[in-house]
């Protein structure tokens, strides 16, 4: 398939929730040293209330189920909403909007387990919305991730390079939360043609926010014609992980 058709079917394809299936063999990434779906699975029989930090369009919560008798989810991105609350409602989790700055619409002490895969969070926030002795586990996206990709586009830097476990182990510190565990990688991230980016750079619209495929077709063409000839991009997320408690 040629440039200009998997530009096109790239640019064609649907944004709903959080899905990233079109991409499964396309854009491949290395298993990281963790899994955070197990963390959480391990955890869950022991815990009476869950918030879901940035649930996307629910698909990840849905997959824990059964879910503790009160779980609740938020979503900062407006069109994941009604995908979410269609996905979770049969569960009985109610989805709450959030805003930019992160405020949780809980009264204090509400959840004795709250969890985020790559989502911002406020950590006084978090750490109101915890029960005494409750617990923080998150996975976050590094601010270093896949920047090889705005370096072959000649794109801006990352807005957040400072972004990192020590930043994040110093702030919630300042919140009044211990980490008691934590892990911090870069892994290896094929992408292998040039559809795959484009879409890719649409479902994560901040790694290039003034992302474009006119503006940087001859960035794309050349990409292309490597990726054809089998020489796919390779880039790195940068990803970390920790838990930690409020007690």
Not at 72 to 86: D, F, H, I, K, S
Request: charged fraction near 20%; avoid cysteine; glycine fraction near 8%.
């Amino acid at each position: 398939m040629g440039y200009d058709a998997r530009v096109a079917e790239a640019l064609a394809a649907p944004l709903e929730g959080w899905d990233f299936t079109a991409l499964h063999g396309r854009v491949v990434e290395d298993p990281l040293p963790w899994d955070y779906r197990h963390l959480l699975l391990a955890r869950l029989p022991q815990t009476a209330s869950l918030l879901d930090l940035g649930t996307g369009g629910g698909e990840f919560l849905s997959a824990l189920a059964p879910l503790p008798p009160r779980t609740a989810a938020t979503e900062g991105y407006p069109p994941n909403l009604p995908v979410a609350r269609q996905r979770l409602k049969p569960l009985g989790v109610e989805v709450s909007a959030v805003g930019e700055d992160d405020a949780l619409p809980y009264p204090d002490g509400s959840f004795a387990l709250v969890a985020g895969r790559h989502e911002s969070y406020d950590p006084h926030e978090v750490r109101r919305v915890l029960t005494g002795d409750g617990l923080f586990v998150t996975q976050q996206v590094g601010g270093r991730d896949l920047e090889e990709l705005n370096h072959a586009l000649d794109a801006p830097p990352l807005a957040h390079r400072h972004w990192d476990l020590s930043h994040a182990t110093a702030a919630l510190a300042e919140a009044g939360l211990t980490v008691t565990w934590s892990e911090e990688v870069r892994v290896r991230t094929t992408f292998h043609d040039i559809g795959a980016l484009v879409l890719f750079l649409r479902l994560v619209p901040w790694q290039v926010p003034d992302f474009d495929v006119d503006h940087y077709a001859p960035r794309l063409r050349a990409l292309h014609e490597k990726m054809a000839r089998g020489r796919p991009l390779t880039a790195h997320a940068h990803r970390f992980i920790l838990s930690a408690t409020s007690a």
